[in-house]
């Protein structure tokens, strides 16, 4: 089990990951509406903080990467999907809260 996300440094470098990742998955499975939500969201997540942007409240709000995956993808026995998701949680739980680090 990863640790809680605990900079913005290391958000961005996780953010930037599971993009690709999520692209990834999206491209092998390009019908799937849960895939193709993550990476919109990832992709949003990205753009609302770029250039040391602070997301509003309803930005961080909107975003349910960790939702989706609950919903979605677990469980499941994939240990590269498992990281994958495990990610999505924390991604989303650093962007909701925003912390000022």
């Known amino acids: 089990?990863?640790?809680?996300?605990d900079s913005r440094k290391e958000f961005f470098e996780i953010l930037?990951?599971?993009k690709?990742?999520?692209a990834a998955f999206?491209?092998?499975a390009p019908r799937s509406v849960t895939y193709e939500s993550i990476a919109t969201q990832l992709a949003a997540?990205?753009?609302?903080t770029a250039d040391g942007r602070t997301p509003?409240?309803?930005e961080r709000d909107s975003i349910t990467i960790g939702l989706l995956a609950?919903?979605?993808l677990e469980p499941t026995?994939?240990?590269v999907l498992a990281d994958f998701i495990e990610r999505l949680h924390e991604l989303n739980g650093y962007f909701t809260a925003w912390p000022p680090n």
């Open 1 to 5: 089990m990863n640790r809680p996300i």
């Open 45 to 48: 997540m990205q753009s609302m």
């Open 70 to 72: 609950i919903r979605e």
């Open 16 to 18: 930037a990951r599971t």
């Open 56 to 58: 509003t409240e309803d």
């Open 26 to 28: 999206f491209q092998r």
């Open 77 to 79: 026995d994939d240990p």
């Open 20 to 22: 690709v990742e999520a």
